[in-house]
């Protein structure tokens, strides 16, 4: 896994620094990847900042699960959906805030965790 993660990390690097995908931005110099998650927050209550903020970190931890996929296998120009079974390395919350009743999270994983740590279980693109 090793290998094949320097692999990545060469060819990619060799021609763009940051690269942003559809669920996703990779800093392929400076070896992270950073995600975002959101979540509506129905009330201010403490209880549901909770629960938007549990909803926000699981929607970052898919998207960052689909970039994975991203980056191995491509996505079709039109996508109608995606599936995905799998895990995800936990990452550092770099922010979270809420704007119009969305409460938003902002993830990043270091590059080599990512690949080495995360892993597809099933897939299905539509």
Known sequence: MAVLFQSIVE???????IQVFRFGVVDWKGESVTSQGKAPLPSTSPQDRMLAKRGALTDARRNLLCLLYEIRHGLPEK????????????????????????????????????????????????
């Open 11 to 17: 060819s990619k690097s060799a021609t763009e620094d």
């Open 79 to 126: 996508i109608s959906s995606i599936e995905i079974e799998g895990e995800v390395v936990d990452g550092q919350v770099d922010f979270q805030g809420v704007s119009n009743g969305v409460y938003t999270v902002e993830v990043t994983v270091p590059l080599r965790r990512f690949f080495t740590e995360s892993r597809i279980v099933r897939a299905e693109v539509r």
